[in-house]
Protein backbone atom coordinates (compact mmCIF):
# COMPACT_ATOMS: atom_id res chain seq x y z
CA UNK A 1 0.00 0.00 0.00
CA UNK A 2 1.30 3.47 -0.84
CA UNK A 3 1.65 5.74 2.26
CA UNK A 4 1.74 9.26 1.76
CA UNK A 5 4.99 11.25 2.29
CA UNK A 6 4.63 12.89 5.68
CA UNK A 7 7.26 15.42 4.13
CA UNK A 8 5.08 16.93 1.24
CA UNK A 9 4.55 20.09 3.27
CA UNK A 10 8.39 20.74 2.40
CA UNK A 11 7.69 21.32 -1.06
CA UNK A 12 6.74 24.72 -0.08
CA UNK A 13 8.95 27.60 -0.49
CA UNK A 14 7.41 29.89 2.14
CA UNK A 15 7.85 26.97 4.37
CA UNK A 16 11.32 26.11 3.60
CA UNK A 17 12.39 29.56 4.01
CA UNK A 18 11.14 30.04 7.01
CA UNK A 19 12.44 26.62 8.81
CA UNK A 20 15.76 27.78 7.12
CA UNK A 21 16.19 30.95 9.08
CA UNK A 22 15.02 29.13 12.27
CA UNK A 23 17.85 27.22 11.78
CA UNK A 24 20.62 29.74 10.50
CA UNK A 25 19.97 32.79 11.83
CA UNK A 26 17.21 32.79 14.53
CA UNK A 27 16.01 30.97 17.51
CA UNK A 28 12.82 29.14 17.29
CA UNK A 29 10.58 30.74 20.13
CA UNK A 30 11.04 34.46 17.44
CA UNK A 31 10.16 32.21 14.41
CA UNK A 32 6.91 31.27 16.21
CA UNK A 33 6.24 34.50 17.48
CA UNK A 34 6.85 36.09 13.91
CA UNK A 35 3.58 33.41 12.82
CA UNK A 36 1.81 34.53 15.89
CA UNK A 37 1.89 38.22 14.78
CA UNK A 38 0.74 37.17 11.57
CA UNK A 39 -2.12 34.65 12.19
CA UNK A 40 -3.18 37.68 14.52
CA UNK A 41 -2.76 40.12 12.09
CA UNK A 42 -5.36 38.28 9.75
CA UNK A 43 -7.94 37.64 12.67
CA UNK A 44 -7.82 41.48 13.50
CA UNK A 45 -8.39 42.49 9.80
CA UNK A 46 -11.30 39.56 9.98
CA UNK A 47 -12.50 41.66 12.96
CA UNK A 48 -12.15 44.72 11.47
CA UNK A 49 -14.24 44.16 7.94
CA UNK A 50 -16.56 42.67 10.24
CA UNK A 51 -16.98 45.61 12.30
CA UNK A 52 -16.82 47.69 9.52
CA UNK A 53 -20.13 46.20 8.25
CA UNK A 54 -21.61 45.50 11.22
CA UNK A 55 -21.96 49.49 12.18
CA UNK A 56 -21.40 51.33 9.12
CA UNK A 57 -23.70 49.40 6.78
CA UNK A 58 -26.36 49.44 5.83
CA UNK A 59 -25.98 52.69 3.75
CA UNK A 60 -29.14 53.89 3.56
CA UNK A 61 -30.55 57.42 4.46
CA UNK A 62 -32.64 58.23 7.62
CA UNK A 63 -36.43 57.78 7.24
CA UNK A 64 -38.17 60.81 6.06
CA UNK A 65 -40.72 63.20 7.59
CA UNK A 66 -43.47 62.27 5.02
CA UNK A 67 -46.94 62.04 6.74
CA UNK A 68 -49.24 60.45 4.58
CA UNK A 69 -53.03 61.88 4.14
CA UNK A 70 -55.21 59.34 3.12
CA UNK A 71 -58.20 59.61 0.74
CA UNK A 72 -60.47 57.30 -0.09
CA UNK A 73 -59.07 56.88 -3.44
CA UNK A 74 -55.75 56.49 -1.75
CA UNK A 75 -57.28 53.58 0.65
CA UNK A 76 -58.90 51.79 -2.68
CA UNK A 77 -55.97 51.52 -3.89
CA UNK A 78 -53.89 49.92 -0.92
CA UNK A 79 -56.54 47.63 -0.42
CA UNK A 80 -56.45 46.68 -4.05
CA UNK A 81 -52.53 46.26 -4.08
CA UNK A 82 -51.77 44.78 -0.28
CA UNK A 83 -54.59 42.15 -0.89
CA UNK A 84 -54.65 41.19 -4.75
CA UNK A 85 -50.93 42.33 -6.23
CA UNK A 86 -48.40 42.95 -4.14
CA UNK A 87 -49.91 40.85 -1.10
CA UNK A 88 -48.93 42.19 1.80
CA UNK A 89 -51.66 40.41 3.66
CA UNK A 90 -50.30 37.30 2.33
CA UNK A 91 -47.28 36.62 3.96
CA UNK A 92 -47.88 39.11 6.86
CA UNK A 93 -51.37 36.37 7.88
CA UNK A 94 -52.33 32.83 8.70
CA UNK A 95 -52.84 30.67 5.99
CA UNK A 96 -54.88 27.36 6.32
CA UNK A 97 -52.79 24.44 4.50
CA UNK A 98 -55.49 22.35 4.95
CA UNK A 99 -57.17 24.22 2.05
CA UNK A 100 -56.35 23.95 -1.22
CA UNK A 101 -54.16 27.00 -2.18
CA UNK A 102 -53.97 28.02 1.52
CA UNK A 103 -56.75 30.58 2.33
CA UNK A 104 -56.16 33.26 4.91
CA UNK A 105 -57.33 32.75 8.57
CA UNK A 106 -60.31 35.07 9.19
CA UNK A 107 -58.86 37.20 12.17
CA UNK A 108 -55.44 37.02 11.18
CA UNK A 109 -54.80 39.39 8.38
CA UNK A 110 -51.51 41.14 9.04
CA UNK A 111 -50.47 39.39 12.46
CA UNK A 112 -47.34 38.10 10.90
CA UNK A 113 -45.40 35.00 12.37
CA UNK A 114 -45.07 33.25 9.12
CA UNK A 115 -41.85 31.39 8.95
CA UNK A 116 -38.94 31.54 6.33
CA UNK A 117 -35.98 29.06 7.13
CA UNK A 118 -33.49 26.35 6.37
CA UNK A 119 -36.56 24.23 4.98
CA UNK A 120 -36.74 26.52 2.34
CA UNK A 121 -32.98 27.12 1.69
CA UNK A 122 -33.03 30.21 3.82
CA UNK A 123 -30.24 30.85 5.94
CA UNK A 124 -31.79 31.27 8.88
CA UNK A 125 -34.76 31.56 10.50
CA UNK A 126 -37.20 34.55 9.59
CA UNK A 127 -40.36 35.98 10.44
CA UNK A 128 -43.27 37.98 9.30
CA UNK A 129 -43.39 40.54 11.31
CA UNK A 130 -47.22 42.13 12.97
CA UNK A 131 -47.65 44.99 10.08
CA UNK A 132 -51.16 45.81 12.52
CA UNK A 133 -51.30 49.15 14.49
CA UNK A 134 -50.21 46.67 17.20
CA UNK A 135 -46.86 46.53 16.00
CA UNK A 136 -46.64 49.25 13.63
CA UNK A 137 -48.69 52.10 16.19
CA UNK A 138 -45.44 53.79 16.97
CA UNK A 139 -43.82 53.74 13.69
CA UNK A 140 -43.52 56.89 11.28
CA UNK A 141 -45.18 56.76 8.09
CA UNK A 142 -41.27 57.72 6.64
CA UNK A 143 -40.18 54.55 8.92
CA UNK A 144 -42.83 52.49 7.32
CA UNK A 145 -42.04 53.88 3.50
CA UNK A 146 -38.11 53.09 4.51
CA UNK A 147 -38.75 49.59 5.65
CA UNK A 148 -40.74 48.56 2.75
CA UNK A 149 -38.78 50.19 0.04
CA UNK A 150 -35.01 49.79 1.23
CA UNK A 151 -34.99 47.28 3.99
CA UNK A 152 -34.19 48.60 7.09
CA UNK A 153 -36.31 49.06 9.88
CA UNK A 154 -37.16 51.38 12.59
CA UNK A 155 -34.19 50.72 14.26
CA UNK A 156 -31.84 50.74 11.26
CA UNK A 157 -31.72 47.57 11.30
CA UNK A 158 -31.68 45.35 7.86
CA UNK A 159 -34.19 43.22 7.08
CA UNK A 160 -33.92 39.97 5.18
CA UNK A 161 -35.24 40.07 1.68
CA UNK A 162 -37.63 37.65 2.19
CA UNK A 163 -39.68 40.85 1.92
CA UNK A 164 -39.21 41.88 -1.74
CA UNK A 165 -38.10 45.47 -0.99
CA UNK A 166 -36.11 45.33 -3.58
CA UNK A 167 -39.40 44.96 -5.89
CA UNK A 168 -40.97 47.18 -3.83
CA UNK A 169 -38.37 49.67 -3.93
CA UNK A 170 -39.20 50.27 -7.92
CA UNK A 171 -42.85 51.14 -7.42
CA UNK A 172 -44.56 54.41 -7.87
CA UNK A 173 -44.11 56.11 -4.43
CA UNK A 174 -47.60 56.98 -4.93
CA UNK A 175 -48.35 53.02 -4.80
CA UNK A 176 -46.06 52.60 -1.32
CA UNK A 177 -48.29 55.68 0.24
CA UNK A 178 -51.59 53.72 -0.32
CA UNK A 179 -50.38 50.46 0.70
CA UNK A 180 -49.25 52.20 4.05
CA UNK A 181 -52.47 54.20 4.32
CA UNK A 182 -54.24 50.96 4.01
CA UNK A 183 -51.96 48.75 6.67
CA UNK A 184 -52.75 51.93 9.12
CA UNK A 185 -56.71 51.00 8.53
CA UNK A 186 -55.83 47.08 9.48
CA UNK A 187 -57.63 46.32 13.14
CA UNK A 188 -55.01 45.68 15.57
CA UNK A 189 -54.29 42.25 16.74
CA UNK A 190 -51.93 41.24 19.64
CA UNK A 191 -49.64 39.29 18.46
CA UNK A 192 -45.66 39.22 19.63
CA UNK A 193 -43.27 37.74 16.55
CA UNK A 194 -40.17 36.30 17.65
CA UNK A 195 -36.93 37.73 16.55
CA UNK A 196 -35.67 36.77 13.15
CA UNK A 197 -31.83 35.66 13.39
CA UNK A 198 -29.99 34.96 10.30
CA UNK A 199 -27.08 32.28 9.87
CA UNK A 200 -23.06 33.60 10.20
CA UNK A 201 -21.77 35.03 8.06
CA UNK A 202 -25.48 35.88 6.19
CA UNK A 203 -25.71 38.09 9.78
CA UNK A 204 -23.25 40.30 8.70
CA UNK A 205 -23.82 40.10 4.97
CA UNK A 206 -27.73 41.38 5.16
CA UNK A 207 -26.44 44.83 6.51
CA UNK A 208 -25.08 45.23 2.80
CA UNK A 209 -27.93 44.08 1.06
CA UNK A 210 -30.85 47.01 1.54
CA UNK A 211 -29.80 50.43 -0.61
CA UNK A 212 -31.81 53.51 -1.75
CA UNK A 213 -35.05 52.80 -3.40
CA UNK A 214 -35.34 53.83 -6.99
CA UNK A 215 -39.17 54.57 -7.67
CA UNK A 216 -40.57 54.68 -10.64
CA UNK A 217 -43.92 56.07 -12.13
CA UNK A 218 -46.85 53.63 -13.23
CA UNK A 219 -46.45 53.59 -16.91
CA UNK A 220 -49.02 53.71 -18.97
CA UNK A 221 -51.65 50.85 -19.27
CA UNK A 222 -51.70 51.50 -23.30
CA UNK A 223 -47.87 50.22 -23.34
CA UNK A 224 -49.18 46.55 -22.05
CA UNK A 225 -45.76 45.09 -21.65
CA UNK A 226 -44.30 48.09 -19.60
CA UNK A 227 -47.44 48.09 -17.60
CA UNK A 228 -47.14 44.10 -17.10
CA UNK A 229 -43.54 44.56 -16.48
CA UNK A 230 -44.62 46.44 -13.33
CA UNK A 231 -47.17 44.61 -12.66
CA UNK A 232 -45.07 41.35 -12.52
CA UNK A 233 -42.67 43.43 -9.98
CA UNK A 234 -45.23 44.58 -7.50
CA UNK A 235 -46.36 41.14 -7.80
CA UNK A 236 -42.78 39.84 -7.11
CA UNK A 237 -43.25 36.56 -9.56
CA UNK A 238 -39.72 36.06 -9.39
CA UNK A 239 -39.36 35.71 -6.14
CA UNK A 240 -41.76 31.87 -6.06
CA UNK A 241 -40.81 31.56 -9.82
CA UNK A 242 -36.99 31.38 -9.64
CA UNK A 243 -34.98 29.20 -7.60
CA UNK A 244 -33.19 29.98 -4.74
CA UNK A 245 -30.50 29.68 -2.25
CA UNK A 246 -29.77 31.33 0.73
CA UNK A 247 -31.94 34.39 -0.38
CA UNK A 248 -30.38 34.59 -4.29
CA UNK A 249 -31.55 33.45 -7.21
CA UNK A 250 -29.85 30.18 -9.02
CA UNK A 251 -32.12 29.42 -11.88
CA UNK A 252 -32.77 31.00 -14.59
CA UNK A 253 -36.17 33.89 -13.81
CA UNK A 254 -39.48 32.72 -13.95
CA UNK A 255 -38.52 29.00 -14.78
CA UNK A 256 -40.05 27.88 -11.69
CA UNK A 257 -38.66 24.83 -9.61
CA UNK A 258 -38.26 26.78 -6.21
CA UNK A 259 -39.12 24.19 -3.25
CA UNK A 260 -41.38 25.22 -0.72
CA UNK A 261 -41.79 22.27 1.84
CA UNK A 262 -45.57 22.02 3.32
CA UNK A 263 -46.67 21.95 6.70
CA UNK A 264 -47.52 17.62 6.04
CA UNK A 265 -43.48 17.18 4.69
CA UNK A 266 -44.34 17.44 1.37
CA UNK A 267 -42.63 19.68 -1.07
CA UNK A 268 -44.13 21.91 -3.97
CA UNK A 269 -42.13 23.34 -6.50
CA UNK A 270 -43.16 26.47 -8.50
CA UNK A 271 -44.37 26.05 -12.08
CA UNK A 272 -42.04 27.10 -15.15
CA UNK A 273 -44.03 30.64 -16.12
CA UNK A 274 -41.60 31.24 -18.91
CA UNK A 275 -43.38 31.08 -22.83
CA UNK A 276 -41.48 27.99 -23.47
CA UNK A 277 -44.27 25.47 -25.41
CA UNK A 278 -43.38 21.97 -23.80
CA UNK A 279 -42.58 23.19 -20.32
CA UNK A 280 -43.93 26.70 -19.63
CA UNK A 281 -47.09 28.70 -20.69
CA UNK A 282 -45.61 29.26 -24.15
CA UNK A 283 -49.33 27.48 -25.85
CA UNK A 284 -51.45 29.39 -23.24
CA UNK A 285 -53.49 32.36 -24.64
CA UNK A 286 -54.47 35.28 -22.81
CA UNK A 287 -57.60 34.00 -22.25
CA UNK A 288 -56.72 30.59 -20.58
CA UNK A 289 -54.32 32.86 -18.25
CA UNK A 290 -56.99 35.50 -17.18
CA UNK A 291 -59.21 32.35 -16.45
CA UNK A 292 -56.87 30.61 -14.47
CA UNK A 293 -57.00 33.41 -11.84
CA UNK A 294 -60.44 34.26 -12.07
CA UNK A 295 -61.83 30.23 -11.45
CA UNK A 296 -61.07 31.33 -8.10
CA UNK A 297 -63.29 34.30 -7.64
CA UNK A 298 -66.02 32.76 -8.81
CA UNK A 299 -68.45 33.23 -5.78
CA UNK A 300 -68.97 29.29 -6.23
CA UNK A 301 -65.85 28.34 -5.41
CA UNK A 302 -64.47 27.64 -1.88
CA UNK A 303 -61.15 26.37 -1.68
CA UNK A 304 -61.53 22.28 -1.22
CA UNK A 305 -59.76 19.89 1.97
CA UNK A 306 -56.69 18.70 1.05
CA UNK A 307 -56.57 15.29 2.46
CA UNK A 308 -53.31 13.47 3.20
CA UNK A 309 -50.85 12.57 0.05
CA UNK A 310 -53.38 14.93 -2.43
CA UNK A 311 -51.47 17.90 -3.86
CA UNK A 312 -52.13 21.49 -2.68
CA UNK A 313 -50.45 24.47 -3.69
CA UNK A 314 -47.99 27.53 -2.17
CA UNK A 315 -49.81 29.87 -4.76
CA UNK A 316 -52.43 32.22 -2.94
CA UNK A 317 -55.09 31.98 -5.58
CA UNK A 318 -57.38 33.52 -3.73
CA UNK A 319 -55.83 36.79 -3.45
CA UNK A 320 -54.22 36.40 -6.91
CA UNK A 321 -57.90 35.98 -8.20
CA UNK A 322 -58.96 39.37 -7.36
CA UNK A 323 -56.59 41.50 -9.74
CA UNK A 324 -58.14 43.30 -12.44
CA UNK A 325 -58.41 41.34 -15.86
CA UNK A 326 -56.49 44.09 -17.49
CA UNK A 327 -53.65 44.09 -14.89
CA UNK A 328 -53.48 39.94 -15.82
CA UNK A 329 -53.88 40.84 -19.28
CA UNK A 330 -50.84 42.83 -18.89
CA UNK A 331 -48.84 40.46 -17.01
CA UNK A 332 -49.58 37.71 -19.56
CA UNK A 333 -48.31 40.17 -22.51
CA UNK A 334 -45.01 40.84 -20.32
CA UNK A 335 -44.43 37.03 -19.82
CA UNK A 336 -44.54 36.18 -23.26
CA UNK A 337 -41.47 38.67 -23.94
CA UNK A 338 -39.61 36.93 -21.95
CA UNK A 339 -36.80 34.32 -23.06
CA UNK A 340 -38.25 30.70 -22.77
CA UNK A 341 -36.77 28.43 -20.63
CA UNK A 342 -36.84 24.26 -20.95
CA UNK A 343 -37.32 23.31 -17.35
CA UNK A 344 -39.54 20.56 -16.63
CA UNK A 345 -40.63 20.72 -13.10
CA UNK A 346 -41.73 18.17 -11.21
CA UNK A 347 -44.43 19.92 -9.15
CA UNK A 348 -45.11 17.47 -6.46
CA UNK A 349 -43.47 15.07 -4.10
CA UNK A 350 -44.87 13.08 -1.42
CA UNK A 351 -43.63 13.55 2.37
CA UNK A 352 -40.16 11.89 2.44
CA UNK A 353 -39.96 11.81 -1.36
CA UNK A 354 -36.82 13.58 -2.60
Known sequence: MQQTNRYEWWKYPLIRKILFLSYTHYPMKRVLKFLGIILGSVVLAIACVFTYIGTAFPKVKAASAMKIVATSEMLKRGYYLANYVCLCVDCHSERDFTKYGG?????????????????????????ARNITPYNLGSWTDGEIYR???????KEGKPLFPVMPYQNYGKLDTNDIKAVIAYIRTLPAVKNDIPKSKADFPMNFIMNTIPGEATPQSIPSK??????????????????????????KYIGELFAGNFEFRMPDGSIIRSANITPDKETGIGTWTKEIFVAKFKMYADSNYHAPTVKTGQT??????????????????????????????????????????K
Open 103 to 127: PLVPGTIGQGGEVFDHSMSFPGTFY
Open 147 to 153: AITTGVD
Open 222 to 247: NDMVAYGRYIATAASCTDCHTKQNNG
Open 312 to 353: NTIMPWDNYSGMDTSDLTALFAYLQTIEPVKQQVIRYSSPGE
